[in-house]
C-alpha cells in the first residue's frame, strides 16, 4: 500500500496567501524607490542647472583675473544642503580650478562620462562614487560659451548621500511591512484554514460515531454551501443507517424471542415423552391400564409437537408467500368460509355451539382460497374453544372503504384489553395454562395476521369481558399489484 503523507490544508494556503502579498509589496517598494530616486535625481539636476546659470557670467571675468573666489563666495552664500564642488576645465579636458583643490587622478577630464556629454551635446549628468569625498556624487557639465565660443567647461558636483539615507530608510521601512505581511498572512491562513476545516473536523468526529452505531451526536453547523451540502449528505446517510440498524436489531430481537418461543414451546411436551417412556422402560409396568394411560400421554404430546411444528411450517411458507406474492384467484367467499365452517362442526357440535353465516353468495373476489380458509377456520376454532356450551357464533362478511371485512363473533367470556396488543403474536396467550390444556399452540393468530398481509389487508379485534369478542379480517377487493 502506498503511503502518502497528506499536507494539512494550511500549507496550501499560506504560500499563496504570501505569495501574493510579498509579490505585491515587492512592485510597490520598487516603484516607491524608483519614483522616489527619479524625483530626487530631477531635482538636484534642475538645482545644479540653474546655479551653474547662475555663476556663468561670473567666469569670464573670474577666468581674466584668473582669481575664482567670486564663485567661491557665490556658492558659499547659496543655502544648499551639501557643499558644492565647483571645477573649470578646458575644452581640450585639462583642469583650469578646482574648489575642492584635490589632487586629481584624472589625466584627462575628457573620459569623465558628465564632460564628455557636455562636449558632445552641451550639457551631461553622471553620478558615481567620489573618491575624495567618499561618497556618492552627482555631476553636471556644462559647456561655457561667449561670443559663440567655447571656453571650457563647469561642472559641478554635489554629495547625494541624503537621497541615499531617504532609500535605506525607505528600505528598512519596506522590510518591516513585509515582516507585518508575513505575521499577518500567517494569521490569516490560521484563521481561514480554521473556519474551513472545523466542520470538517465535526464532521469526523460525528461519522466516526455513526460508524459505531451511535447516532446520538448532532452534525456541525455548516459554514458555506459546500459544507453544507455535505452534512446534509451525511444527515441522510445517517437517518437510512440508523433506520436499517433500527431494523436490524428489530429483527435480530424477533429472532431471538422465536427461538426461545419455540424452544420453550416444545420442552414441555418433549420432556414429558422422555419422562414416560423412561418409566414404562424402567418400571416392570404389569397393569396394562397404566401403560395404556403413559402411552396415551406420550401419543398426546408427540402430537402436540407435531401440531407446534406443522403451525411453524405454515407461518414460514405465509411469510415466504408473502415476499414473492401469493397466488390469487377470483373465488366465491361464501364457499371458503362455509368449507371454514364444515371443518368446525365436529368439535362444535361436541359443545353443542351453532355456527351462523351471514355471507354475501354473490360476492366473488381475489384471494387464495386455502389460505383463507385456513383464517377463518382458525377464528372458529377460537370461538369455538373459548365459548360457552350452547352458544351461538357469527360469520358474516361485508364491504367497508373497499375492503372485504370478515367478522368471526362469539358470546365468550371476552379477553381483557391489556391483551389486545400482543394477542396476534406468535406463542401469545391469555391464559397459558388453560390454552395449552385445549391444545393450543399461540400460533393461530399469528397465522390469521400473516394470512391478511399476505393478501395486503389488516386484522382487528374487539372485544368486552363477559361479552364476547369479534375478529375481523380485512381484505383489499381491488389488489394493487404493480
Ligand atoms: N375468541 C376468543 N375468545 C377469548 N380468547 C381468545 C379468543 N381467540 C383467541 N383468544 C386468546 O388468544 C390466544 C391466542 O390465540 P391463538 O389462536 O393464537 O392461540 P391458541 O388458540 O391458544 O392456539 P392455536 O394455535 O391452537 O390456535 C388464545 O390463547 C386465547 O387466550
Ligand atoms: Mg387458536
Redesign the pocket.
Known amino acids: 500500500m502506498i503511503k502518502r503523507n497528506k499536507k494539512k490544508l494550511l500549507w496550501f494556503i499560506l504560500p499563496s496567501y504570501l505569495l501574493v502579498s510579498l509579490a505585491s509589496l515587492i512592485v510597490v517598494a520598487l516603484f516607491t524607490t524608483s519614483t522616489f530616486k527619479k524625483f530626487y535625481i530631477k531635482h538636484t539636476e534642475s538645482d545644479l542647472l540653474a546655479i551653474s546659470q547662475l555663476i556663468d557670467p561670473l567666469i569670464t571675468k573670474s577666468l581674466k583675473k584668473k582669481n575664482f573666489s567670486i564663485i567661491i563666495n557665490k556658492l558659499d552664500n547659496l543655502k544648499v544642503e551639501s557643499p558644492l564642488q565647483f571645477t573649470y576645465i578646458s575644452p581640450e579636458g585639462d583642469l583650469i580650478y578646482d574648489s575642492a583643490k584635490s589632487e586629481y587622478k584624472t589625466d584627462n577630464y575628457k573620459n569623465s562620462p558628465e564632460v564628455a556629454a557636455a562636449l558632445n551635446k552641451g550639457s551631461g549628468v553622471s553620478i558615481r562614487f567620489n573618491s575624495d569625498l567618499k561618497v556618492r556624487t552627482m555631476y553636471l557639465a556644462l559647456l561655457h560659451r561667449s561670443e559663440n565660443r567655447v571656453n571650457g567647461i563647469i561642472r559641478l558636483a554635489v554629495s547625494i548621500k541624503s537621497m541615499d539615507i531617504v532609500l535605506m530608510g525607505l528600505y528598512l521601512k519596506i522590510i518591516f511591512i513585509g515582516l507585518v505581511f508575513i505575521i499577518i498572512s500567517v494569521m490569516v491562513s490560521i484563521f481561514v484554514s480554521q473556519q474551513i476545516t472545523r466542520p470538517i473536523k465535526e464532521l469526523t468526529i460525528c461519522t466516526r460515531q455513526y460508524a459505531c452505531g451511535n447516532f446520538d451526536m448532532d452534525l456541525p453547523e455548516a459554514s458555506s454551501k459546500e459544507i453544507g451540502s455535505l452534512i446534509l449528505q451525511t444527515k441522510h446517510m445517517s437517518k437510512r443507517l440508523s433506520e436499517n440498524i433500527t431494523k436490524l436489531e428489530k429483527l435480530e430481537k424477533m429472532r431471538k424471542e422465536f427461538v426461545a418461543n419455540v424452544s420453550h414451546e416444545l420442552k414441555t411436551p418433549i420432556t414429558l415423552i422422555g419422562g414416560f417412556s423412561e418409566t414404562l422402560l424402567e418400571e416392570d409396568v404389569q397393569d396394562p391400564d397404566r401403560t395404556r394411560k403413559f402411552l396415551e400421554i406420550i401419543k398426546k404430546h408427540s402430537e402436540r409437537i407435531n ?1 407446534i411444528i406443522e ?1 411453524l411450517l405454515t407461518l414460514s411458507k405465509i411469510e415466504q408467500d408473502e415476499g414473492a406474492q401469493i397466488v390469487l384467484e377470483k373465488t366465491d367467499i361464501k364457499a371458503v368460509v362455509l368449507r371454514a365452517v364444515e371443518t368446525c362442526s365436529v368439535k362444535a357440535d361436541e359443545k353443542n355451539i351453532k355456527i351462523n353465516t351471514e355471507v354475501d353468495g354473490r360476492l366473488k373476489i381475489r384471494i387464495n382460497p386455502p389460505l383463507i380458509e385456513q383464517a377463518v377456520t ?2 372458529l ?3 369455538v ?3 360457552p356450551a350452547d352458544s351461538d357464533i357469527k360469520v358474516s362478511s361485508n364491504i367497508k372503504d373497499k375492503h372485504l371485512v370478515i367478522t ?1 363473533s ?1 358470546p ?4 381483557e384489553e391489556k ?1 389486545l396488543p400482543y ?2 403474536q ?7 395454562a ?3 390444556e ?11 395476521k400473516h394470512i391478511a398481509q399476505a393478501h395486503g389487508g389488516t386484522v382487528d ?1 374487539k ?1 368486552e369481558i363477559n361479552k ?2 369479534s ?1 375481523y379480517i380485512y381484505l383489499p377487493l381491488e389488489q394493487d399489484r404493480s
Open positions: 401440531f403451525d382458525n377464528l376454532d377460537n370461538a374453544k373459548y365459548s368471526v362469539d365468550g367470556n371476552g379477553i391483551h394477542l396476534f406468535r406463542f401469545y396467550r391469555v391464559d397459558q388453560r390454552s395449552r385445549q391444545g393450543g399452540t399461540g400460533l393461530g393468530l399469528a397465522i390469521v379485534v372485544s364476547g369478542t375478529f
